[in-house]
Antibody, heavy 119, light 109 residues
Framework: QVQLQESGPGLVRPSETLSLTCSVSGASVRRYFWSWIRQSPGKGLEWIAYIYYSGNNIHYNPSLRSRVTISVDTSKNQLSLQMRSVTAADTAIYYC????????????WGPGTRLTVSS | EIVLTQSPGTLSLSPGERATFSCRASQSVGIRDLAWYQQKSGQAPRLLIYATSDRATGVPDRFSGSGSGTDFTLTISRLEPEDFAVYYCQQYGGSPMFSFGQGTKLEVK
């Protein structure tokens, strides 16, 4: 059974860099495809970034591309997201997701980690 | 950019009734590239339907999906109490690579 668990700082100051981690159990980060998705009241569900490690395939939402980096750590079986120069608009719940088979679906979701950007 | 528009915004029905959710895309979406999710309050979304009409593992057969091109539908044949939630459609392969509709809230009448 695939399980995902996000972790993050909870509160970040404007202009700082956000780092999120997703611990994966029940699957190898080498073999699934992974995405980060966020949800805020103002913008609903917003896809942020995608990575397929085995295919060396990374994609970003154009609206966020200049500020985000997605990566996997195969030694720890973890997924990570770094977001630079955060603003209040980045306040949201951040979800780690995993998919298998057809690339276009998100089979597995973590419970989410809430992030607030505030001084 | 592919924009998904869901309707209605809110659907008020009673247990036992049939629910129909609409998802309209601003550009054509491949039938393999459309999925539906259910989200209950305080929880992460859950995959219900992928490739327009394939049910995800463990999803009851009262849930079904259909459509093509720019018009897609999720149907719940007979509502159970646990079905009251928010439903999202999602596309893959456009620009951005993935996008979601704004959601339809299914509430108890």
């Amino acid at each position: 059974q695939v399980q995902l668990q996000e972790s993050g700082p909870g509160l970040v100051r404007p202009s700082e860099t956000l780092s999120l981690t997703c611990s994966v159990s029940g699957a190898s980060v080498r073999r699934y495809f992974w995405s980060w998705i966020r949800q805020s009241p103002g913008k609903g569900l917003e896809w942020i970034a995608y990575i397929y490690y085995s295919g060396n395939n990374i994609h970003y939402n154009p609206s966020l591309r200049s500020r985000v980096t997605i990566s996997v750590d195969t030694s720890k079986n973890q997924l990570s997201l770094q977001m630079r120069s955060v603003t209040a608009a980045d306040t949201a719940i951040y979800y780690c997701t995993g998919g298998v088979g057809a690339a276009g679906k998100f089979d597995h979701w973590g419970p989410g980690t809430r992030l607030t950007v505030s001084s | 950019e592919i924009v998904l528009t869901q309707s209605p915004g809110t659907l008020s029905l009673s247990p036992g009734e049939r629910a129909t959710f609409s998802c309209r895309a601003s550009q054509s979406v491949g039938i393999r590239d459309l999925a539906w999710y259910q989200q209950k309050s305080g929880q992460a979304p859950r995959l219900l339907i992928y490739a327009t009409s394939d049910r995800a593992t463990g999803v009851p057969d009262r849930f079904s999906g259909s459509g093509s091109g720019t018009d897609f539908t999720l149907t719940i044949s007979r509502l159970e109490p646990e079905d009251f939630a928010v439903y999202y459609c999602q596309q893959y392969g456009g620009s951005p690579m993935f996008s979601f509709g704004q959601g339809t809230k299914l509430e108890v009448k």
